[in-house]
């Protein structure tokens, strides 16, 4: 159970354009996602936090307006990121909180992203 | 802002050998988790503790969170190939809605 998938696993996208990664909680409902973002050799950095029907809370530093977030439903988060450009080239991971759970986040494979 | 430092950054052994990663904050939190993330894939969770002092047991993993909830090790016996990857430590706070703190990351490589 608690199994979590992201689509797609790679993609490879032409600087300025904008990219879409769904995340999608498959056997239990999500009432918070998460997003991440993952440098070579680094650890995870918390991007944004996603509750369902709601706004999502963006950590410091971290463009809203680039990286969109939407939260529609209890099993699927997506996250768009806008006028993509080389630098946004990273691995990007999604995570799904139990509604009503603990601190215990599932994660999903990963997204990796190159800007060319 | 809260911090978590792993220690060593990376860690090179040869199979059959005893290891020990550590993760240490200024701060409390109200759980700790380790997680094993491999290549290419999203992290893996391996144990909760949120207890002060706890002591818990997975094969030949053995994980202790602090008994001021600060701090946890990880400690890894007779260590196999199976066991690369990278390690990662995560804090919790209650009330923050499963908002997690990822440590720095120990990458640990076990060579036959």
């Known amino acids: 159970g608690a199994v979590v998938s992201q689509h797609p696993s790679w993609v490879i996208c032409k600087s300025g354009t904008s990219v879409k990664i769904e995340c999608r909680s498959l056997?239990?409902?999500?009432?918070?996602m998460f997003w991440y973002r993952q440098f070579p050799k680094q650890s995870l950095m918390l991007m944004a936090t996603?509750?369902?029907?709601?706004?999502?809370?963006?950590e410091q530093g971290v463009e809203k307006d680039k990286f969109l977030i939407n939260h529609a439903s209890l099993t699927l988060s997506t996250l768009t990121v806008t006028s993509a450009h080389p630098e946004d080239s990273s691995f990007y991971i999604c995570?799904?909180?139990?509604?009503?759970?603990?601190?215990?986040?599932?994660f999903g494979p990963g997204t990796r992203l190159t800007v060319l | 802002t809260q911090l978590l430092e792993q220690s060593p950054q990376f860690l090179s052994i040869q199979e059959g050998e005893n290891l020990t990663v550590y993760c240490n904050s200024s701060s409390v939190f109200s759980s700790l988790q380790w997680y094993r993330q491999e290549p290419g894939e999203g992290p893996v969770l391996l144990v909760t503790v949120v207890t002060g002092g706890e002591v818990k047991k997975l094969k030949r993993l053995t994980f202790q969170f602090g008994d001021a909830r600060k701090d946890s090790s990880l400690h890894i016996t007779a260590a196999q190939p199976g066991d690369t990857g990278l390690y990662l430590c995560?804090?919790?706070?209650?009330?923050?809605?499963?908002?997690?703190?990822f440590g720095t990351g120990t990458r640990l490589q076990v060579t036959l």
């Open positions: 056997d239990f409902q999500a009432t918070t």
């Open positions: 995570s799904a909180a139990l509604a009503g759970g603990t601190d215990t986040q599932y």
């Open positions: 996603s509750n369902e029907g709601s706004k999502a809370t963006y």
């Open positions: 995560a804090g919790g706070n209650t009330g923050t809605a499963s908002k997690l703190t």
